[in-house]
């Protein structure tokens, strides 16, 4: 099966700076990637993602990128605000599964 | 986007007892998915729900432990039976958007076991 690993599971950057995420996964079919965040006791929520037909996408300060050749996705948040602070977690969907498997976390923290 | 209503919001639970979480989407969907997420993880799915079949379990889950029903293409249930302090999660069900693809979440259910 698919397994998504995902890196770093902190990371603390001061408000205005940028804050990146990697993540990889394992099985070449996976064809959809996206991305959640998840403040603290909410449900997570979807706030960007990527197939697997294209490089990279943008909307305002995220941006996500792919590489399928080497199986790894990244988060970019630019100009960083403490209402980013949150947990993103990265995902993998398979189309013959039909399932998302989540990479394990990571914990952004922006310093006023 | 869809609309989940997951309840109950929370619950504290003896232990031995089961807890049924109930999902309600505001339309029809396929596919129904139920996860846990254990304090500071990630999301580990338990199993997947189609209506008019039984449910497709993950490795480490069974049946007897997480019943789930599924009678029409906007419900399902989640039990958690016989519970013991280590089924104290935050359970949360899922279903696909348009695109079979992106995951829209209920608010989870956060559940103590005492």
């Known amino acids: 099966g698919e397994n998504v690993e995902q890196h770093p599971s902190t990371l603390s950057v001061q408000e205005g700076d940028s804050a990146v995420i990697k993540c990889t996964y394992s099985?070449?079919?996976?064809?959809?990637f996206p991305w959640y965040k998840q403040e603290l006791g909410k449900r997570p929520q979807l706030i960007i993602d990527i197939r697997s037909n294209v490089g990279e996408k943008k909307d305002q300060r995220i941006a996500v990128t792919l590489n399928k050749t080497a199986k790894h996705f990244s988060l970019h948040i630019t100009e960083t605000q403490p209402e980013d602070s949150a947990v993103y977690f990265c995902?993998?969907?398979?189309?013959?599964?039909?399932?998302?498997?989540f990479g394990s976390g990571t914990q952004l923290t922006v310093l006023p | 986007s869809a609309v989940i209503s997951q309840k109950p919001s929370r619950d504290i639970c003896q232990r031995g007892t089961s807890l049924t979480i109930q999902c309600q989407v505001d339309s029809q969907v396929t596919m129904m998915f139920w996860y846990r997420q254990q304090p500071g993880q990630s999301l580990t799915l338990i199993a997947t729900a189609n209506q008019g079949s039984e449910a497709t379990y993950e490795s480490g889950f069974v049946i007897d432990k997480f019943p789930i029903s599924r009678p029409n293409l906007t419900f399902s249930t989640l039990t958690v039976s016989n519970m013991s302090p280590e089924d104290s999660s935050i359970y949360l069900c899922?279903?696909?958007?348009?695109?079979?693809?992106?995951?829209?979440f209920g608010q989870g259910t956060r559940l103590t076991v005492v």
């Open positions: 899922s279903v696909d958007g348009q695109g079979g693809t992106e995951a829209f």
């Open positions: 099985d070449s079919a996976s064809n959809y």
């Open positions: 995902a993998a969907h398979s189309g013959s599964a039909r399932q998302l498997t």
